[in-house]
Protein backbone atom coordinates (compact mmCIF):
# COMPACT_ATOMS: atom_id res chain seq x y z
CA UNK A 1 0.00 0.00 0.00
CA UNK A 2 1.13 3.47 -0.85
CA UNK A 3 2.65 5.15 2.13
CA UNK A 4 0.10 8.18 3.31
CA UNK A 5 1.28 11.72 2.73
CA UNK A 6 1.63 13.78 5.79
CA UNK A 7 -1.39 13.72 7.73
CA UNK A 8 -3.44 11.18 5.74
CA UNK A 9 -4.86 8.64 7.56
CA UNK A 10 -4.40 5.01 6.20
CA UNK A 11 -7.67 4.42 3.67
CA UNK A 12 -10.01 1.33 5.50
CA UNK A 13 -8.82 -1.19 2.67
CA UNK A 14 -5.87 -1.77 1.20
CA UNK A 15 -6.11 -0.14 -2.58
CA UNK A 16 -5.39 -1.76 -5.76
CA UNK A 17 -1.92 -1.14 -7.37
CA UNK A 18 -2.53 1.77 -8.82
CA UNK A 19 -0.21 0.44 -11.91
CA UNK A 20 -2.72 -2.27 -12.48
CA UNK A 21 -5.75 -0.14 -12.11
CA UNK A 22 -4.03 2.45 -14.47
CA UNK A 23 -3.16 0.00 -17.01
CA UNK A 24 -6.49 -1.67 -16.74
CA UNK A 25 -8.24 1.58 -17.28
CA UNK A 26 -6.48 2.77 -20.00
CA UNK A 27 -7.46 -0.64 -21.70
CA UNK A 28 -10.76 0.10 -21.08
CA UNK A 29 -10.39 3.86 -22.20
CA UNK A 30 -8.51 2.56 -25.22
CA UNK A 31 -10.80 0.11 -26.48
CA UNK A 32 -14.12 2.36 -26.37
CA UNK A 33 -12.08 5.53 -27.81
CA UNK A 34 -11.22 2.56 -30.90
CA UNK A 35 -15.35 2.09 -31.08
CA UNK A 36 -16.17 5.93 -31.17
CA UNK A 37 -13.91 6.88 -33.37
CA UNK A 38 -14.58 3.86 -35.97
CA UNK A 39 -18.28 4.73 -35.79
CA UNK A 40 -18.03 8.30 -35.85
CA UNK A 41 -15.17 8.69 -38.65
CA UNK A 42 -15.96 6.08 -40.57
CA UNK A 43 -17.79 8.83 -43.36
CA UNK A 44 -15.54 11.69 -42.41
CA UNK A 45 -13.03 13.17 -44.86
CA UNK A 46 -9.83 11.92 -44.80
CA UNK A 47 -7.85 14.75 -44.33
CA UNK A 48 -10.28 15.12 -41.04
CA UNK A 49 -10.03 11.56 -39.96
CA UNK A 50 -6.45 11.09 -40.12
CA UNK A 51 -4.98 14.16 -37.68
CA UNK A 52 -8.02 13.16 -35.47
CA UNK A 53 -6.93 9.54 -35.30
CA UNK A 54 -2.88 10.36 -34.80
CA UNK A 55 -4.05 12.87 -31.99
CA UNK A 56 -6.06 10.58 -30.12
CA UNK A 57 -3.69 7.45 -30.81
CA UNK A 58 -0.86 9.28 -29.28
CA UNK A 59 -1.97 7.82 -25.83
CA UNK A 60 -0.97 9.12 -23.19
CA UNK A 61 -2.05 8.73 -18.96
CA UNK A 62 -6.49 9.01 -19.90
CA UNK A 63 -6.18 10.42 -16.18
CA UNK A 64 -9.44 11.97 -17.09
CA UNK A 65 -11.87 9.06 -18.00
CA UNK A 66 -9.73 6.73 -15.61
CA UNK A 67 -11.16 8.68 -13.36
CA UNK A 68 -14.36 9.17 -14.24
CA UNK A 69 -14.51 5.32 -14.30
CA UNK A 70 -13.48 4.95 -10.96
CA UNK A 71 -15.77 7.57 -9.25
CA UNK A 72 -18.14 5.55 -11.18
CA UNK A 73 -17.43 2.49 -9.41
CA UNK A 74 -16.89 4.12 -6.26
CA UNK A 75 -20.68 5.84 -6.19
CA UNK A 76 -21.96 2.45 -6.56
CA UNK A 77 -22.35 2.33 -10.77
CA UNK A 78 -22.57 -1.48 -11.95
CA UNK A 79 -22.03 -2.91 -15.31
CA UNK A 80 -18.71 -0.88 -15.76
CA UNK A 81 -18.28 -1.68 -20.06
CA UNK A 82 -20.17 1.03 -21.14
CA UNK A 83 -19.22 3.90 -18.43
CA UNK A 84 -15.58 3.84 -20.21
CA UNK A 85 -17.64 4.35 -24.02
CA UNK A 86 -18.91 7.75 -21.64
CA UNK A 87 -15.97 8.60 -20.04
CA UNK A 88 -13.98 8.22 -23.60
CA UNK A 89 -16.38 11.75 -24.04
CA UNK A 90 -13.31 13.52 -21.46
CA UNK A 91 -10.67 12.24 -23.15
CA UNK A 92 -11.68 13.59 -26.52
CA UNK A 93 -12.19 16.82 -25.11
CA UNK A 94 -9.00 16.74 -23.57
CA UNK A 95 -7.38 15.68 -26.88
CA UNK A 96 -8.85 18.57 -28.81
CA UNK A 97 -7.76 21.24 -25.74
CA UNK A 98 -4.12 19.53 -26.78
CA UNK A 99 -4.25 20.08 -30.53
CA UNK A 100 -5.02 23.59 -30.01
CA UNK A 101 -2.56 24.18 -27.05
CA UNK A 102 0.14 23.26 -29.08
CA UNK A 103 -0.64 25.90 -32.26
CA UNK A 104 1.71 28.55 -32.91
CA UNK A 105 -0.42 31.34 -32.05
CA UNK A 106 -0.79 29.69 -28.83
CA UNK A 107 2.14 27.76 -27.14
CA UNK A 108 3.40 26.67 -30.32
CA UNK A 109 4.80 22.99 -29.42
CA UNK A 110 6.22 20.76 -31.66
CA UNK A 111 6.45 17.69 -29.86
CA UNK A 112 3.46 16.13 -27.58
CA UNK A 113 3.49 12.36 -26.15
CA UNK A 114 6.81 11.94 -27.79
CA UNK A 115 5.88 12.32 -31.10
CA UNK A 116 5.57 15.65 -33.15
CA UNK A 117 2.50 17.62 -32.79
CA UNK A 118 -0.67 17.47 -35.15
CA UNK A 119 -0.19 20.61 -36.74
CA UNK A 120 3.28 19.85 -37.42
CA UNK A 121 2.41 16.45 -38.71
CA UNK A 122 -0.79 17.27 -41.05
CA UNK A 123 -0.70 21.39 -40.88
CA UNK A 124 -2.06 24.19 -39.02
CA UNK A 125 -4.99 24.39 -40.64
CA UNK A 126 -5.72 20.55 -40.28
CA UNK A 127 -5.22 20.33 -36.82
CA UNK A 128 -7.31 23.50 -36.58
CA UNK A 129 -10.40 21.41 -37.88
CA UNK A 130 -9.55 18.23 -35.97
CA UNK A 131 -9.53 20.25 -32.45
CA UNK A 132 -12.73 21.54 -33.53
CA UNK A 133 -14.47 18.30 -34.99
CA UNK A 134 -13.41 16.65 -31.88
CA UNK A 135 -16.08 18.98 -29.80
CA UNK A 136 -19.20 17.68 -31.35
CA UNK A 137 -17.89 14.36 -31.03
CA UNK A 138 -17.06 14.37 -27.76
CA UNK A 139 -20.84 15.71 -26.46
CA UNK A 140 -22.15 12.59 -28.89
CA UNK A 141 -19.91 10.05 -27.30
CA UNK A 142 -21.16 11.09 -23.99
CA UNK A 143 -24.92 10.72 -25.27
CA UNK A 144 -23.74 7.52 -26.65
CA UNK A 145 -22.61 6.35 -23.18
CA UNK A 146 -25.21 7.59 -21.08
CA UNK A 147 -27.39 5.80 -23.19
CA UNK A 148 -26.11 2.77 -23.15
CA UNK A 149 -25.66 2.61 -18.98
CA UNK A 150 -29.38 2.75 -19.41
CA UNK A 151 -29.52 6.59 -18.17
CA UNK A 152 -32.86 8.37 -18.92
CA UNK A 153 -33.26 11.33 -21.04
CA UNK A 154 -32.75 14.05 -18.06
CA UNK A 155 -29.67 12.35 -16.86
CA UNK A 156 -28.20 12.20 -20.40
CA UNK A 157 -28.50 15.69 -20.97
CA UNK A 158 -26.92 16.75 -18.03
CA UNK A 159 -23.86 14.69 -18.47
CA UNK A 160 -23.93 16.24 -21.83
CA UNK A 161 -24.18 19.87 -20.21
CA UNK A 162 -21.60 19.21 -17.58
CA UNK A 163 -19.45 18.39 -20.09
CA UNK A 164 -19.67 21.43 -22.54
CA UNK A 165 -20.05 23.35 -19.55
CA UNK A 166 -16.11 22.81 -18.55
CA UNK A 167 -15.10 22.33 -21.73
CA UNK A 168 -16.16 25.70 -23.04
CA UNK A 169 -16.44 29.68 -22.06
CA UNK A 170 -16.73 29.58 -18.45
CA UNK A 171 -13.76 26.46 -18.15
CA UNK A 172 -10.58 25.42 -20.11
CA UNK A 173 -11.58 27.85 -23.02
CA UNK A 174 -11.91 30.54 -20.62
CA UNK A 175 -8.53 29.35 -18.41
CA UNK A 176 -6.71 28.98 -22.33
CA UNK A 177 -7.51 32.83 -22.87
CA UNK A 178 -6.62 33.86 -18.98
CA UNK A 179 -3.46 32.01 -19.70
CA UNK A 180 -2.39 33.98 -22.84
CA UNK A 181 -3.38 37.31 -21.07
CA UNK A 182 -0.86 35.97 -18.29
CA UNK A 183 2.34 35.63 -20.45
CA UNK A 184 5.01 37.96 -19.60
CA UNK A 185 3.87 39.35 -16.58
CA UNK A 186 3.81 39.72 -12.97
CA UNK A 187 0.72 36.97 -11.17
CA UNK A 188 -0.05 36.57 -8.03
CA UNK A 189 -0.67 32.94 -6.60
CA UNK A 190 -4.44 33.70 -6.36
CA UNK A 191 -4.68 34.55 -10.20
CA UNK A 192 -2.67 31.57 -10.94
CA UNK A 193 -4.90 28.93 -9.40
CA UNK A 194 -8.43 31.18 -11.14
CA UNK A 195 -6.28 30.56 -14.36
CA UNK A 196 -5.50 26.46 -13.53
CA UNK A 197 -9.42 26.17 -11.54
CA UNK A 198 -10.49 26.46 -15.43
CA UNK A 199 -7.61 25.80 -17.78
CA UNK A 200 -6.70 22.23 -16.30
CA UNK A 201 -9.18 22.30 -13.32
CA UNK A 202 -12.65 22.29 -14.71
CA UNK A 203 -12.18 18.90 -16.60
CA UNK A 204 -10.76 17.14 -14.07
CA UNK A 205 -13.03 18.27 -12.01
CA UNK A 206 -15.67 16.96 -14.03
CA UNK A 207 -14.16 13.80 -14.48
CA UNK A 208 -15.28 12.31 -11.37
CA UNK A 209 -18.06 14.34 -10.79
CA UNK A 210 -19.66 12.81 -14.34
CA UNK A 211 -18.83 9.78 -12.60
CA UNK A 212 -20.85 9.98 -9.73
CA UNK A 213 -24.02 11.53 -12.08
CA UNK A 214 -23.92 8.05 -14.07
CA UNK A 215 -23.83 5.81 -11.33
CA UNK A 216 -27.15 7.95 -9.77
CA UNK A 217 -25.19 9.10 -6.78
CA UNK A 218 -27.50 11.51 -4.23
CA UNK A 219 -26.51 15.43 -5.10
CA UNK A 220 -23.91 15.58 -1.78
CA UNK A 221 -21.86 12.30 -3.20
CA UNK A 222 -21.88 14.15 -6.48
CA UNK A 223 -20.72 17.03 -4.62
CA UNK A 224 -17.89 15.62 -2.85
CA UNK A 225 -16.29 13.85 -6.18
CA UNK A 226 -16.58 17.26 -7.97
CA UNK A 227 -14.84 19.03 -4.95
CA UNK A 228 -12.21 16.08 -5.14
CA UNK A 229 -11.57 16.55 -9.11
CA UNK A 230 -10.74 20.55 -8.22
CA UNK A 231 -8.27 19.58 -5.37
CA UNK A 232 -6.67 16.70 -7.88
CA UNK A 233 -6.69 19.48 -10.52
CA UNK A 234 -4.36 22.20 -8.83
CA UNK A 235 -2.28 19.15 -7.47
CA UNK A 236 -1.92 17.57 -11.07
CA UNK A 237 -1.03 21.21 -12.31
CA UNK A 238 1.66 22.28 -9.99
CA UNK A 239 3.20 18.23 -9.88
CA UNK A 240 3.40 19.75 -14.23
CA UNK A 241 4.92 22.96 -13.42
CA UNK A 242 7.56 21.54 -11.25
CA UNK A 243 8.39 18.81 -14.02
CA UNK A 244 8.72 21.77 -16.57
CA UNK A 245 11.62 22.38 -14.21
CA UNK A 246 13.23 19.73 -13.39
CA UNK A 247 11.85 16.98 -16.16
CA UNK A 248 13.76 16.10 -19.68
CA UNK A 249 11.36 15.65 -22.89
CA UNK A 250 12.63 11.93 -22.96
CA UNK A 251 10.54 11.06 -19.70
CA UNK A 252 8.15 14.08 -20.09
CA UNK A 253 7.36 13.16 -24.14
CA UNK A 254 7.07 16.63 -24.34
CA UNK A 255 9.60 19.80 -24.68
CA UNK A 256 10.58 20.80 -20.71
CA UNK A 257 11.45 24.30 -19.92
CA UNK A 258 8.60 25.57 -22.03
CA UNK A 259 6.86 27.52 -19.28
CA UNK A 260 9.78 29.41 -18.77
CA UNK A 261 10.43 30.40 -22.46
CA UNK A 262 7.47 31.14 -22.81
CA UNK A 263 7.10 33.35 -19.94
CA UNK A 264 4.29 31.96 -17.75
CA UNK A 265 3.51 32.27 -14.52
CA UNK A 266 3.86 28.97 -12.40
CA UNK A 267 3.63 27.43 -9.32
CA UNK A 268 7.18 26.27 -9.29
CA UNK A 269 8.28 30.32 -10.09
CA UNK A 270 5.98 31.95 -7.20
CA UNK A 271 6.32 29.41 -4.50
CA UNK A 272 9.98 27.39 -5.33
CA UNK A 273 10.72 23.88 -6.41
CA UNK A 274 9.99 22.77 -2.57
CA UNK A 275 7.32 25.35 -1.55
CA UNK A 276 5.26 23.72 -4.89
CA UNK A 277 5.94 19.67 -4.12
CA UNK A 278 4.05 21.18 -0.45
CA UNK A 279 0.84 22.66 -2.34
CA UNK A 280 0.83 19.72 -4.52
CA UNK A 281 0.59 17.22 -1.79
CA UNK A 282 -1.48 19.57 0.60
CA UNK A 283 -4.23 19.30 -2.61
CA UNK A 284 -4.25 15.92 -2.90
CA UNK A 285 -4.56 15.55 0.85
CA UNK A 286 -7.76 18.33 0.66
CA UNK A 287 -9.00 15.99 -2.64
CA UNK A 288 -8.86 12.67 -0.10
CA UNK A 289 -10.83 14.85 2.46
CA UNK A 290 -13.38 15.90 0.48
CA UNK A 291 -14.70 12.61 -0.30
CA UNK A 292 -14.14 11.11 3.38
CA UNK A 293 -16.22 13.90 4.52
CA UNK A 294 -19.23 12.70 2.26
CA UNK A 295 -18.03 9.27 3.63
CA UNK A 296 -16.94 7.76 0.56
CA UNK A 297 -14.39 5.40 1.05
CA UNK A 298 -12.29 4.94 -2.71
CA UNK A 299 -8.86 3.67 -2.81
CA UNK A 300 -8.49 4.11 -5.84
CA UNK A 301 -9.47 7.66 -6.22
CA UNK A 302 -7.42 8.44 -3.23
CA UNK A 303 -4.26 6.79 -4.95
CA UNK A 304 -5.20 8.77 -7.88
CA UNK A 305 -4.43 11.78 -5.85
CA UNK A 306 -1.61 10.71 -4.29
CA UNK A 307 -0.29 9.93 -7.99
CA UNK A 308 -1.29 13.32 -9.31
CA UNK A 309 0.99 15.49 -6.81
CA UNK A 310 3.92 13.03 -6.58
CA UNK A 311 4.14 11.69 -10.24
CA UNK A 312 7.56 11.81 -12.40
CA UNK A 313 6.23 12.25 -15.81
Excluded at 8 to 29: H, I, K, M, N, Y
Excluded at 94 to 119: E, V, W
Excluded at 273 to 278: F, H, K, N, P
Amino acid sequence: MTSPLPGFTAAQSEPPALEDALRAGRARVNAALARVLDDVLDSAPDDVARPIRYAVDAGGKRLRPVLCVAAYEAAGGTWPGPAAELACALELVHTYSLIHDDLPCMDDDDLRRGRPTTHRVFGVDAAVVAGAALIPVAAAAALRGARALRLDDAAAAAIVRALCAAAGGGGMVRGQWLDLGAEGRAVSLAELESIHAAKTGALLAVSPRIGGMAAGAPPAAVAALEAYGRHLGLAFQIADDVLDVVGTHDVLGKNAGRDQALGKATYAALLGLDGARRRALEEAEAAVAALRAADMRAPTLEALARYAAERDR
